[in-house]
């Protein structure tokens, strides 16, 4: 007998559909690689020899298969399993003491804490992630716009490893290039880049100065997308839904003191403010519980997607790009 997931009713082992709430149920024992189903006890598949409780996943054949689409297709998380989730991507920074000879000096090496951090030199851009794995700034620009530039990537990066972190406890394994592949093709589709750099404006937006705020990229990608108004609205939904979980833990490093310290820095630059992009400011957020079962279910939608052989060429180029940095 095996227990269905959603419901708990004892169903009989062939059965793939519950008999009491018609959840899909995931076979027991079906190993991820070549589908055959083993004894009770096996750890090792009786046809392919393969491990089917694999500590990582490190093939897009071995991540695009129906187990884990049934994985994904029947993940639930609540409040609480999401907060915890939440404090192990910050779990890092619990001991740490913000150090540094200037207010830059310590935010970056608040940033460090979570991934390498890279000066760049060239390029129109402020700063970006590298394909998930390391935060680059310009440190051509004043002292001032690197803070807001480290903080906005930091932020991407968080949100990054929020997904990675997530499908991680749903598939059951450590990460892997191919799992990190599959997170960066997800939060760079149109639609989700738009709510990913909503995100990162919007944590940047609470620790530099009020009319500072510059959310110039992500009207850029609006614009290009030429999504409708209503469909814009959602994406900045989640994104500052996300954004204010993210603000709630990096308050407590970056607390009043050091946004003080940052408005100084503003004050030495003699930047002055422009107001142009606090209007694309909203306080509009979805409840935890539905954010969190719709991300769940566009996951799954974007999984099924990506598991088409004409994505697998773009994926395998992402994950040369993450094992390479």
Aim: proline fraction near 2%; charge should be negative.
């Amino acid at each position: 007998m095996k227990v269905c997931d959603i419901c708990g009713t004892y169903n009989l082992k062939e059965n793939s559909y519950c008999t009491h709430c018609g959840n899909k149920m995931i076979i027991e024992h079906l190993c991820p690689h070549c589908n055959e189903i083993n004894p009770d006890n096996a750890t090792y598949c009786i046809n392919c020899g393969k491990q089917i409780n694999p500590i990582s996943i490190d093939s897009f054949d071995n991540l695009f298969t129906e187990y884990n689409l049934n994985l994904l297709s029947n993940a639930t998380i609540s409040d609480e399993e999401y907060n915890g989730l939440l404090k192990e991507v910050f779990l890092r920074a619990q001991y740490f003491d913000m150090h540094g000879d200037s207010i830059k000096d310590k935010i970056l090496n608040f940033a460090g804490l979570f991934t390498h951090c890279y000066p760049k030199s060239r390029g129109y851009e402020r700063g970006f992630i590298f394909l998930g794995n390391s935060i680059h700034y310009d440190d051509r620009l004043d002292d001032s716009v690197q803070i807001a530039t480290i903080i906005h990537e930091l932020a991407h990066y968080l949100l990054f490893n929020i997904i990675e972190l997530l499908l991680c406890k749903i598939f059951d394994v450590e990460t892997s290039t191919t799992l990190q592949s599959f997170v960066w093709y997800f939060l760079t589709l149109p639609e989700f880049e738009i709510m990913n750099e909503y995100c990162a404006h919007t944590v940047e937006g609470r620790f530099i100065p009020y009319g500072y705020q510059n959310y110039g990229s992500f009207n850029i990608l609006v614009e290009n997308a030429k999504m409708d108004d209503e469909s814009v609205h959602t994406m900045k939904k989640f994104g500052n839904t996300f954004a204010n979980e993210l603000v709630i833990y990096l308050e407590k490093y970056i607390d009043e003191d050091l946004r003080e310290e940052i408005k100084i820095q503003y004050k030495i630059d003699l930047k002055n403010p422009t107001y142009d992009s606090i209007f694309i400011e909203t306080g509009d957020c979805y409840p935890l519980s539905f954010k969190n079962s719709a991300i769940l279910g566009v996951l799954q939608n974007v999984f099924a997607e990506a598991s088409d052989i004409k994505v697998r060429e773009e994926l395998e180029i992402i994950k040369e790009g993450i094992a390479g940095d």
